[in-house]
């Protein structure tokens, strides 16, 4: 088995420049954990509310490590025959029709029952072979010559057995086939597993994998994203969207508005022609920040309140 890029990235500054170049901004911990999982090759278990930037973390690093990003999105249900392998019923039915028409060109010079038998023997090993198996994304991931980046998505919706099952693909970077037999993994892939805590994962699963949490970002941090993903913002409006939506997330709400809301917020206040919060376009725009109507109404009363200190951080 080959290693996976092992000079691609040259240190953590190395990794973290190039994340940003590709218009994804992330802390110290994050880009030091990719290192590490790169020269390790270890699983990293990204954990973290929804909408911080997980998945994208996964597509971004196969941006810039040049390979192909293989994406698994879990749910409940799914099993080993949707995430590794199918066979191509169809297909096989139509070479079991052909082999019956075929069957007397078979047997010809067949001289007793145990060579006749053999001879139909060596064309079922060809029936449970690699050209009648519909590869999913394990497989996938597990034949690229050059690697890849491997994205197990939202894991903690998928079920106990299926999360056992990926033990022996996390730790060997191997799947047993009971019809091919065990089929490893022709260069190792980068491998993200992300989970939005909506149940416990084994200790089995998590010991196989480095642990990284990506948590709301600060408000620099949220700042300088905000000044990459929506360039056209003035610094102005910037600064008072930042210091807004870090008051918001102090509130308790049922779903407290994460960097994706706040990018598509910003974007739209860049579509309304805005220079400046007023209570009026805070209003009207809540809907895109916050996704919960009780959410909506418990933010009215702090409106204000959220706006002004907003005008009193952009002007100092």
Known sequence: MKTLYRDKFQSVNDIKSRLESADYICSEQIATCVYIAHHLQKPVMVEGPAGVGKTELAKTTARILDVPLVRLQCYEGLDEAKALYEWKYAKQLLYTQLLKDKLGELLDGATDLRQSMDRIHDHEDLFFSESFLEPRPLYQALHHDTGCVLLIDEVDKSDHEFE?????????????????????????????????????????????????????????????????????????????????????????????????????????????????????????????????????????????????????????
């Not at 037999?181 to 089995?204: H, Q, Y």
């Not at 910003?266 to 805005?274: G, W």
Request: aromatic share 6%; with cysteine.
């Open 164 to 316: 056992a099952f990926l033990l022996e693909v996390l730790s060997d970077f191997q799947v047993s086939i009971p019809e091919l037999g065990t089929i490893a993994a022709r260069v190792k892939p980068l491998v993200f597993l992300t989970s939005n805590n909506s149940r416990e994962l084994s200790d089995a699963l998590k010991r196989r994998c480095l642990h990284l949490y990506v948590p709301y970002p600060d408000e620099k941090l949220e700042s300088r994203i905000l000044a990459t993903r929506v360039p056209e913002l003035s610094e102005q409006l910037r600064k008072e969207i930042v210091s807004f939506v870090q008051s918001v997330r102090e509130l308790d709400l049922k779903k407290v508005p994460s960097i994706s809301e706040t990018i598509d917020w910003a974007k739209t206040l860049v579509l309304l022609h805005s220079e400046a919060l007023d209570a009026a376009l805070v209003r009207q725009t809540l809907n895109v920040l916050l996704k919960f109507e009780t959410d909506i109404e418990a933010m009215r009363e702090h409106t204000m309140t959220f706006i002004n200190k907003a005008h009193k951080r952009s002007a100092g």
